[in-house]
């Protein structure tokens, strides 16, 4: 192989080396004008010369990304000597796990979930007595930049192979170079081909003691009619749109007999109609042994991925069941667990709740044990959100209980409704402008730029438009006025509610959404005693409290037909109506006194 950096790949392949999505190398390519341009392909697959991108990257100040394609001493990938940059890395390999870019994470994620028996009873590959072909073999079919295959050297130092195989031949090198400045990594051995189409490590099936693998999720496509009778596919041919269930198989042919396999997938992969017979398949066998829904953006491709874990029974078939695991709900990628131990005590809380066929969900957890024969029954859905419930559930007496006190709150703001009477008969009311009252220095509409204070009449171009300030908005300063009243004179409430129907009807308001100084001026509001103007305040504070209370109810009310609907299809209610209301609780007897 020649690496000489005049090699031509396409966006995708960019991508891919770099470690951004191809999404990425499209805004650059959009954004800046000094980016290399195509030297190669056609006008819907341009290719670059990597020498051009890498000074690009570099002159750009992108020297993270070219850290990742062995470019940098300060990278994990430094090619400065035999171990360059690796050095400091590896003393910086405890750093704190949320300054790992999303696909070295993954990486130190799926490698802890191999189990510390892969390496078992190996020799250090420092021992030169002991073949190099003796100690265990860890497998990336699809390595990428070797990322996980440094991962792997991580965890298992020295006493495990290291081999990969790449199709593209700039990552190959990165890989190569990234294991070879690796200052644990034992034997490695990173060949060239198409692991599908043409498998350089033939000699391995059945005989790798674990596979990792995050197939190339931009290629969904694989030669399904080139390879009919290959016979890797023990659980089934996958469709031609079923690519990863394709590395599925190809990695978990690999296998030896109680060898662990992590392979990333997609979603789709897990649901997919055409891929229902192969996933039966691997439940109905005892391969699949856990399935772990991780957090959004902890794949560098950019898709959300779920992690399959697979293990190769030997002899008969486990029926185990099978761990569900949702971290999607994490917040911070960071707590995704990376060492073996914490993943093995979450399987245990999975097992101390298992849901059976039949049996509904428990409470909220993030891991649940499901029995082979639960995802069998339909279409094998391998999504743990369908299992794992990670919210709490109410009982039926909890919204019962919830029922009745909404009910008494509707009936308690029913009654309080009001009812005012008629006016009487007569002209209505005498109006003066804001700019007459200004005159009057009963109020000032103060410069913009001004934030208001309490009390203080705010118009903006929000709904409403006017309100009563409590001191504590913040107003776009070129499209809002602040009107600082006399109170003794004018009450802020009636002040605020006779102004807005003013405001709502200026045209220029309604088209542009900003009323200008001079209109606001133009306004009206009723000339009336101030004792009166607190009277009509009074009740306008009390209908907007009112109207206040009603949108909160309505929400509540709406969370709670959500929770009875949610109960209702996951099985912890029946559409039995309860002839009687539950007893209320001292609490409840206190919240109604």
């Given at each position: 192989m020649v690496f000489d950096g005049q090699e031509e790949l396409t966006a995708a392949a960019v991508a891919r080396r770099v470690g951004v999505g191809r999404a990425a190398v499209s805004n650059w390519r959009r954004r800046y004008d000094d980016f290399p341009r195509p030297v190669g392909g056609g006008p819907g697959n341009p290719t670059f010369r990597w020498a051009d991108i890498a000074a690009w990257l570099e002159q750009s100040g992108r020297a993270e990304q070219l850290a990742k394609a062995g470019r940098t001493e300060t990278g994990t990938q430094a090619l400065d000597g035999p171990t360059g940059g690796w050095?400091?890395?590896?003393?910086?390999?405890?750093?704190?796990?949320?300054?790992?870019?999303?696909?070295?994470?993954?990486?130190?994620?799926?490698?802890?979930?191999?189990?510390?028996?892969?390496?078992?009873?190996?020799?250090?590959?420092?021992?030169?007595?002991?073949?190099?072909?003796?100690?265990?073999?860890?497998?990336?079919?699809?390595?990428?930049?070797?990322?996980?295959?440094?991962?792997?050297?991580?965890?298992?130092?020295?006493?495990?192979?290291?081999?990969?195989?790449?199709?593209?031949?700039?990552?190959?090198?990165?890989?190569?170079?990234?294991?070879?400045?690796?200052?644990?990594?034992?034997?490695?051995?990173?060949?060239?081909?198409?692991?599908?189409?043409?498998?350089?490590?033939?000699?391995?099936?059945?005989?790798?003691?674990?596979?990792?693998?995050?197939?190339?999720?931009?290629r969904p496509d694989w030669p399904a009619g080139e390879l009919t009778t290959d016979r890797r596919w023990e659980f089934g041919i996958p469709a031609p749109r079923d690519g990863e269930l394709a590395w599925a198989q190809h990695c978990y042919a690999h296998l030896r007999p109680h060898g662990t396999a992590v392979i990333a997938v997609s979603p789709r992969t897990c649901v997919s109609p055409s891929g229902q017979p192969i996933r039966e398949a691997m439940v109905r066998s005892g391969?699949?042994?856990?399935?772990?829904?991780l957090p959004p953006k902890m794949s560098s491709s950019g898709i959300d991925v779920n992690l399959w874990v697979l293990r190769r029974p030997h002899g008969e078939s486990d029926t185990a069941p099978v761990d569900m695991v949702d971290l999607t709900g994490f917040p911070d990628m960071a707590e995704v667990p990376q060492q073996f131990g914490v993943w093995q005590r979450l399987f245990e809380l999975a097992a101390a709740a298992p849901v059976g066929a039949g049996r509904p969900r428990p409470g909220p957890a993030v891991a649940r044990s499901v029995s082979r024969l639960r995802l069998l029954d339909g279409e094998t859905n391998l999504l743990p959100s369908r299992y794992v419930s990670t919210r709490a559930e109410p009982s039926a007496d909890d919204l019962a209980r919830v029922s009745g006190q909404v009910e008494a709150l509707y009936a308690r703001v029913g009654a309080g409704l009001p009812r005012y009477a008629?006016?009487?008969?007569?002209?209505?009311?005498?109006?003066?402008?804001?700019?007459?009252?200004?005159?009057?220095?009963?109020?000032?509409?103060?410069?913009?730029?001004?934030?208001?204070?309490?009390?203080d009449v705010l118009v903006w171009p929000r709904t409403p438009a006017v309100v009563v300030a409590s001191g504590g908005e913040s107003v776009a300063a070129m499209a809002s006025h602040v009107i600082e009243l006399d109170q003794a004179r004018l009450d802020p409430a009636f002040v605020a509610a006779f102004l807005r129907p003013e405001v709502d009807a200026v045209p220029i308001h309604k088209v542009l959404g900003v009323l200008g100084r001079e209109d606001l001026r133009r306004c009206r509001i009723p000339r009336l005693p101030i004792a009166e103007q607190r009277r009509y305040g009074a009740e306008f504070r009390r209908l907007s409290e009112l109207r206040e209370a009603l949108a909160t109810l309505a929400r509540l009310s709406s969370t709670m037909i959500d929770q009875t609907l949610h109960g209702l299809t996951a099985g912890t209610l029946t559409p039995d109506r309860r002839s009687s209301r539950p007893t209320p609780t001292q609490e409840d007897r206190e919240d109604s006194l």
């Open positions: 050095t400091t890395r590896f003393e910086d390999r405890e750093q704190a796990v949320t300054t790992l870019e999303s696909g070295d994470l993954l990486a130190k994620v799926v490698v802890s979930l191999l189990p510390p028996a892969t390496t078992a009873g190996a020799a250090s590959g420092d021992d030169h007595s002991a073949p190099a072909d003796d100690l265990p073999a860890v497998f990336d079919p699809a390595c990428a930049n070797g990322a996980l295959l440094a991962a792997a050297a991580d965890r298992f130092d020295n006493r495990a192979r290291l081999l990969g195989q790449e199709i593209d031949e700039g990552l190959a090198q990165s890989a190569t170079l990234r294991l070879r400045g690796h200052p644990l990594a034992g034997p490695y051995d990173i060949r060239l081909g198409d692991s599908l189409l043409g498998n350089r490590f033939a000699e391995l099936l059945g005989r790798a003691a674990a596979v990792v693998c995050e197939p190339p999720f931009d391969a699949l042994r856990a399935v772990i829904a008629a006016a009487g008969g007569g002209a209505g009311f005498s109006a003066v402008t804001l700019a007459e009252l200004e005159r009057a220095g009963a109020l000032v509409i103060r410069a913009r730029r001004t934030e208001p204070r309490a009390g």
